[in-house]
């Protein structure tokens, strides 16, 4: 079943949260005052929370796939829940106040509070690199007063030994939301590269070499991997922190080349100092915001594919009518114009996957973070 909405997120910020906030670290947050958006960190300590910033948001199209017990995580159905009666609900989101994910949910919250008439109260908690969140949501109780929020980052996680705990059998997939939006495979203004096609013969020629820079355990670690076998020869790949850091890494010639944010790129390409020879989506196909690029897979990395995309989780075991009120209610509060309007600023499209097609996705991306997680020799 597919339902057909979109939203154009129109502003520059998207990706810096992408590429550094695959990691729980982050920049601090600013204030605002919507009520449903008190920033707390673990321990409770609250702050105000930012309802003027974020980014995400787009069409919605459902995916397809078997659901399993409605596509609730384990599959074991939990006790009788009617409907989504908790007055209070908590969302633990595994990063700092203001990185990307925190953005997000703090667009869609006081939207939740005035359609529902409950209270959304953000919990940005980091520690263990997000586990205790994931572990405070895992073990909550199954009535959907507590709930995660984060990139899908957190599957690559749990197959890179941050996470010991997979997602199919430890939590309901309640909303997916999916990015056409894209980064940048970038390399100095003065390489030699003029191409991906360039990069890939040279890697070829001198496998082992050419260094990357990506962030270890993260999505651009598995990126990596994916180019290695699509090329069919290795990287030399270099743990250059996050966004800034690789950028940092690429200008003192300490990598040949890394995929970064747009936002964080375009300062750079307009000063001259970068090159952008591609980009990477989670479709493969070009960026519809910057159609100019090509994609890394039209250029040859035919599997190299990554979508910077949200999920919104509970514990295992959720009632299937429960998941689909929820399911409903967030993406119903996506489409509204306030939550629209505000997206517009950010240069993203999100396509919203309704109950089947958050569960398919899940399982389908987790496979693929395995297999690729084996072949990087983490399992």
Known sequence: MKKQWMYLLMAAGLSAGILSGCSAA?????????????????????????????????KT????????????????????????????VTIYVPTKAG???????????????????????????????????YETVRNAQKDGSTLLYFLNSMVVQSHTGVYDKTLPENFTP?????????????????????????????????????????????????????METDMGASLAMVDAGGNAERLISLLGGNVDFTFVSTSAAEQYLETNEIKVLGCVTGTGERDPLYPDIPSVTE??????MFGFDTLLLGPAGMDPELVEEINTAFQDAMMDKEVVDQFAAMKNTM???????SAAYIREFDAKMAENAKLLGFE
């Open 61 to 88: 199209e459902a995916g397809s796939g078997e659901t399993g017990s409605g596509g609730t995580g384990s599959g074991q159905a939990g006790s009788r829940q009617e409907s989504w009666d908790a007055d209070t």
């Open 299 to 304: 250029e040859g990395l035919a599997s190299t």
């Open 174 to 226: 309640l909303a997916v939301d999916t990015s056409t939006g894209s980064m940048w495979l970038t390399v100095k203004a003065d390489s030699k590269y003029q191409s991906v096609q360039d990069i890939i013969d040279d890697v070829k020629a001198n496998p082992g070499k050419i260094t990357y820079g990506m962030t270890s355990g993260q999505a651009l670690h598995m990126l990596g991997g994916m």
């Open 351 to 357: 396509e919203a996957l309704d109950v089947e097609g």
């Open 99 to 133: 990185n990307q994910a925190d953005l997000y949910i703090r667009f869609i919250t006081p939207v939740l509070e005035k359609k529902l008439g409950k209270s959304f109260v953000v919990v940005n908690q980091t520690d263990g690199n997000g586990v205790v969140a």
């Open 26 to 58: 982050g920049a601090d947050g600013g204030s605002g005052t919507a009520k449903s958006s008190v920033a707390q960190d673990g321990s409770g300590a609250g702050g105000s929370a930012s309802s003027k910033e974020a980014d995400g948001a787009g």
